[in-house]
């Protein structure tokens, strides 16, 4: 069993930042997802599931990033504590969209874009930029 607890939305003012987190429990997580990649997607009314950033879970160094979030997000982790970070910058109110953290068994390369790639979801945090 592997659950994925999202946290840190909330409302910003354009320009401004957010940090997400993700904890990730479960007493198959460790086993499961060694070699894996935690990922972030985030999903708008009118825009549907977006690719945001993803870590390959064994690195910490390997990152994939949408072009959305190139140059202004950036993800981490802290493997000790099982948790994923999402350091967003700048931000826009084009930014505004639930975000979710998701896990991958096996994925690397284009393939972490694909949300089909990610079988373990949390429930999402909502993030909200005024302009």
């Known amino acids: 069993q592997v659950q994925l607890q999202e946290s840190g939305g909330g409302l910003v003012q354009a320009g401004g930042s957010l940090r997400l987190s993700c904890a990730a429990s479960g007493r198959t997580f460790n086993s499961t997802f060694s070699r894996g990649t935690l990922g972030w997607f985030r999903q708008s009314p009118g825009k549907g599931g977006e690719f945001v950033a993803a870590i390959r879970w064994n690195s910490g160094t390997i990152n994939y990033y949408g072009d959305s979030a190139k140059g202004r997000f950036t993800i981490s982790s802290d493997a000790a504590k099982n948790m994923v970070f999402l350091q967003m910058n700048n931000l826009s109110p084009e930014d505004t969209a639930v975000y979710y953290c998701?896990?991958?068994?096996?994925?690397?390369?284009?393939?972490?874009?694909?949300?089909?790639?990610?079988?373990?979801w949390g429930p999402g945090t909502q993030v909200t930029v005024s302009s």
């Open positions: 998701a896990a991958a068994s096996d994925c690397s390369g284009t393939v972490c874009f694909d949300r089909r790639a990610y079988g373990h």
